[in-house]
């Protein structure tokens, strides 16, 4: 039994009985409490976003145009860049920008889409660069969602875009 025991002090004639409290009561709340706070709590689930992932099989080797596809560079200072040309045609007059305050990116990636000549083969891909940040890599997935389109990619920046990049940053 837990109990606190004080010294018995003499004033004048008096003599004054000890006191003794006892403290197995306030434990046995204090365990009561802890338990009921435990059970009673909801504790944080982690937020995930879904990324769909190609089945496995056999590649069915379908060359893209770059009609069907759309390109979207991450770069830094929220700077967005979007085209839809080959390593031939890329040049800084077809390197697109935009960022998430001004047009929408669903909206850009919509009308691509719009205009793509096999719609059933439309690709959206995201190339974050070193400087991109993850929150707007984030927001490119959340966009690619509003624009319902289920055929996204997420690859490095080949060396042929990072010099049209590099040229746009400057």
């Not at 305050?101 to 690709?123: C, D, H, L, M, R």
Request: hydrophobic share 40%; glycine share 4%; no cysteine.
């Amino acid at each position: 039994m837990a109990e606190i025991a004080v010294q018995e002090k003499q004033i004048g004639r008096q003599k004054k009985k000890p006191i003794r409290v006892d403290m197995t009561p306030m434990v046995d709340l204090g365990f009561l409490l802890i338990t009921f706070f435990m059970f009673t709590t909801n504790f944080t689930k982690p937020n995930v976003m879904d990324l769909g992932l190609p089945a496995k099989g056999p590649t069915t080797g379908i060359v893209m145009d770059q009609k069907n596809q759309i390109t979207f560079i991450l770069g830094k200072d929220n700077r967005i860049f979007y085209h839809q040309s080959n390593e031939k045609d890329l040049n800084v007059n077809n390197l697109k920008e935009t960022d998430f305050s001004g047009v929408k990116v669903s909206q850009i990636i919509s009308e691509a889409y719009s205009k793509a000549p096999k719609k059933e083969i439309f690709t959206v891909i995201v190339k974050p660069t070193d400087e991109a940040n993850y929150k707007n890599f984030v927001d490119i997935l959340d966009n690619i969602a509003i624009a319902k389109k289920e055929r996204y990619g997420v690859t490095d920046i080949k060396p042929w875009e990072t010099k049209v990049y590099e040229n746009m940053t400057k």
